[in-house]
């Protein structure tokens, strides 16, 4: 089995995240995508104080009929920071020893590659997918330092420029701005209904 993995904070979900996790499915021949939400990232503030709960929910809607797309609760569901090497040991277990895995991340991933826990070992247990970002193809940006580390085990694929970023939803939200067209409309609905990033 092929299973692409797809961590991130979510904060929130859009439509860049499901592009992404699609095109994977198509380019690789995968046979399934697991979106992890993070609990604590220990390189990153999530900003808006949102709670886990509503990321995790958030993608759960976003996520809804699609039969292959699944979530892992392992990070939100565990206790202090969200290590990825951690991540990558459970799914091994989960889903057993033959199972092939991707770590798909973007272009801007190598930046600060080296920082992560054990990243070493996370490329020896995984095919790291870096995809292009808008207006950065791959291997012209921040993650050329991968090739240090990965050499054989990257896999690069290039999917339509979709200028979409959690940053800028939480902006529009904040600033009163339609987001309609740039998250499932569940999601839409959700994040209105709660008063989200407001």
């Not at 770590?103 to 995984?126: C, H, M, P, Q, V």
Request: hydrophobic residues 35%; proline residues 7%.
């Amino acid at each position: 089995m092929k299973i692409g993995v797809l961590g991130g904070t979510f904060n929130p979900i859009h439509l860049g995240h499901l592009i992404l996790a699609d095109e994977c499915l198509h380019q690789l021949g995968l046979d399934k995508v697991v979106f992890i939400p993070t609990g604590l990232p220990p390189h990153k503030t999530i900003e808006g104080d949102i709670a886990p709960a509503d990321r995790l929910n958030m993608v759960r809607l976003a996520l809804e009929g699609y039969g292959r797309f699944e979530i892992s609760t392992y990070e939100i569901d565990k206790n202090g920071f969200s290590y990825s090497i951690e991540t990558i040991k459970h799914l091994k277990t989960k889903y057993g020893e033959y199972a092939e895995l991707f770590f798909l991340a973007g272009e801007d991933s190598g930046d600060n590659l080296s920082l992560w826990k054990d990243f070493k070992k996370i490329l020896r247990f995984t095919t790291f997918v870096v995809a292009n970002r808008p207006g950065v193809p791959v291997g012209a940006g921040p993650a050329r330092p991968i090739n240090d580390y990965i050499k054989d085990n990257l896999t690069s694929i290039t999917i339509p420029d979709i200028d979409i970023s959690s940053t800028m939803i939480r902006e529009r939200i904040k600033h009163h701005e339609p987001i309609d067209f740039y998250i499932p409309p569940k999601v839409v609905d959700y994040i209105r209904n709660k008063g989200l990033y407001t």
